[in-house]
């Protein structure tokens, strides 16, 4: 018996209806389609209408899809994680309410919250339960309704985030597959530029902080940047150092898809190609806990068994890092 690793076996993702254009947003805010396409590499993005409808219903969506693509009878799932920014509702931890719609009851559940970073941590987390021994099948989805915490008056912002979903099931190998090594950092001094300041124990709702607009997300672009594109780019390629990776041995990367040009640094860090680099940005956007499981979703058919995966993300807090993990099979 090889020794246990953890595999991703199947994936799954949803993204609302509604298309949300740059042209849309040139009529909310100051901004045109160049400028936003020049700065993000962002065309457009999904938004979540409908009253009643939060992240657990983009959530549950991707998980259906999963199941159904794997014909999986979701009994047999033994844990849930929501990787997410934007909980259904404080307190309550929407993956118990995702896990007991899609029929998930023998399963405990918890949200996992990294901003940006929330997903990469998610792999970390569940794929440690999966060699443990101890669980067989985790299922985690990263999901975001980003577009309920967005000023659609702050073209900083409004611009950039979009909503979706997307789910992987984790389960033993004994292939040498799955996930191989990672590399995760965080550093206290980002709470300053990517936040959102009321709504928490540290400044509780009132009349107001809902006067001066302080429940929708704030960044301050700049550091925000520099931060990313520096440490993004420094983790993937630690991880290719640690592990004796040449921009050859990469198959791909799957960086988080917050801009482009940062996704481009950390790509010429690696040395790789752009063939190399999956991207979905133009269509999304950012949606923050879903970027990574929804590249891996559109990608899905052009990945082969044994590829080499690189996983890169940075997120508010700060939070970032990079993921090295061989795909376990051919779709």
Excluded at 276 to 305: C, F, H
Aim: overall charge negative.
């Amino acid at each position: 018996m090889g020794k246990v690793t953890s595999a991703i076996t199947a994936v799954g993702s949803y993204v609302p209806d509604f298309v949300m254009t740059n042209k849309i947003l040139e009529t909310l805010v100051e901004t045109n389609d160049e400028w936003i396409t020049t700065r993000t590499g962002i065309k457009e993005r999904r938004i979540l209408k409908g009253e009643g409808l939060g992240t657990s219903y983009l959530a549950i969506k991707a998980a259906e899809q999963l199941l159904d693509k794997r014909k999986l009878d979701p009994k047999e799932i033994d844990m849930v994680i929501v990787a997410t920014a934007t909980p259904d509702m404080m307190v309550a931890a929407t993956a118990a309410y995702v896990a007991s719609e899609i029929g998930a009851t023998n399963a405990f559940a918890y949200d996992l919250q990294a901003a940006c970073s929330s997903f990469l941590y998610g792999m970390s987390t569940a794929s440690s339960y999966i060699e443990s021994g101890r669980y067989k099948k985790v299922l985690l989805i990263g999901a975001d309704k980003m577009s309920s915490i967005i000023d659609y008056t702050d073209r900083t912002t409004c611009i950039i985030f979009g909503d979706g979903a997307g789910a992987a099931l984790f389960e033993p190998n004994e292939e040498g597959l799955g996930l191989q090594d990672e590399y995760l950092r965080s550093d206290g001094v980002g709470r300053n530029f990517l936040k959102m300041d009321a709504g928490g124990s540290l400044l509780p709702a009132s009349e107001e902080t809902v006067k001066n607009r302080q429940h929708f997300i704030y960044q301050d672009g700049k550091s925000v940047f520099k931060f990313a594109v520096t440490n993004m780019a420094d983790s993937a390629a630690k991880i290719m150092e640690r592990n004796n990776l040449s921009h050859s041995d990469v198959d791909w990367l799957v960086p988080h898809q917050a801009n482009k040009r940062i996704i481009d640094a950390t790509s010429n860090r690696m040395g790789l190609d752009d063939s190399k680099v999956m991207m979905n940005i133009q269509r999304y956007g950012n949606t923050t806990s879903a970027t990574l499981p929804l590249l891996l979703s559109d990608y899905e058919s052009r990945l082969k068994k044994g590829d080499n995966l690189v996983f890169a993300a940075f997120g508010g807090g700060f939070t970032w890092g990079s993921i090295y993990l061989k795909w376990a099979y051919n779709s």
